[in-house]
C-alpha cells in the first residue's frame, strides 16, 4: 500500500498561487475558501541582497491525526495511504477537528454547515493523477509520490535536501514536506 506525501520546494515557488487557483476550482470552493494559501516572508535583507520565500500550506495529513481523534462523529478518517479526508455526509460543523488541527487546515463551510479541507484530490489520485495543485504548478516546486517507495522521486527529494516538516516537535507526523532555501531573488 503506499502512503502519500508531498515535497514542497520552496527555492522554487515563485508565489503565484496557480496551486490556489487550482485548488478552488478543482473543488468549487467558494470566494472566501482557500485549502492551500501561500504564505510570502520578506522581502528579507538588505539591498541589494534582498529575497522572498514563499510557503504554500495545506492539510498536512499526519500519520498521527488530531483531528481525527477529536472528530465526535467519525466524520474525520485517515485513509490507508495516508490521505486524511471528511465525510460530509457525517460532519456535523461542530469545528472540533479545526481546534485539533495545529496547522490551521480545516475550514468552516458555513453555507454547508460542514468542516472542509484538501484531500490531496483522493479523486485523482484513485484515477493515478497527481493533485491539482501539482498538476497546475509550471515551476515544479510541488511534488507528490509514495513516501513507501524508496525510488520515489519525493522519497530521493527528502533525503538529499534534509526536508523538513512543520511542527515536527508535535509528534503528528505530516506527511508535506519542504526543501528550505532563500526563495526568489531580488535584483
Known amino acids: 500500500m503506499a502512503h502519500y506525501a508531498m515535497v514542497i520546494d520552496t527555492r522554487r515557488c515563485v508565489g503565484c498561487h496557480s496551486c490556489t487557483v487550482a485548488c478552488k476550482v478543482h473543488n468549487e470552493l ?22 522572498m520565500v514563499h510557503i504554500p500550506l495545506l492539510c498536512m495529513h499526519c500519520e498521527n491525526t488530531p483531528c481525527v481523534d477529536a472528530c465526535p462523529t467519525g466524520a474525520s478518517l485517515r485513509r ?48 493515478g493523477k497527481v493533485p491539482r495543485c501539482v498538476q497546475s504548478c509550471h515551476q515544479k516546486a510541488r511534488i507528490f509520490g509514495d513516501l513507501d517507495d524508496p525510488n520515489s522521486e519525493v522519497c530521493k527529494l527528502i533525503n538529499r ?27
Open 30 to 51: 467558494p470566494v472566501d475558501m482557500i485549502y492551500n494559501p501561500v504564505t510570502t516572508v520578506g522581502p528579507i535583507g538588505v539591498f541589494p541582497d534582498l529575497h
Open 80 to 127: 490507508e495511504d495516508g490521505i486524511v479526508w471528511i465525510e460530509e455526509k457525517k460532519c456535523v460543523g461542530c469545528k472540533a477537528c479545526v481546534m485539533a488541527c495545529p496547522y490551521g487546515a480545516r475550514i468552516p463551510n458555513q453555507k454547508k454547515g460542514i468542516v472542509q479541507k484538501c484531500d490531496f484530490c483522493s479523486d485523482r489520485v484513485d484515477q
Open 161 to 187: 535536501f534534509h526536508a523538513i516538516r512543520l511542527l515536527d516537535e508535535l509528534g503528528t507526523k505530516p506527511s508535506v514536506y519542504y526543501i528550505n532555501g532563500l526563495g526568489v531573488q531580488m535584483r
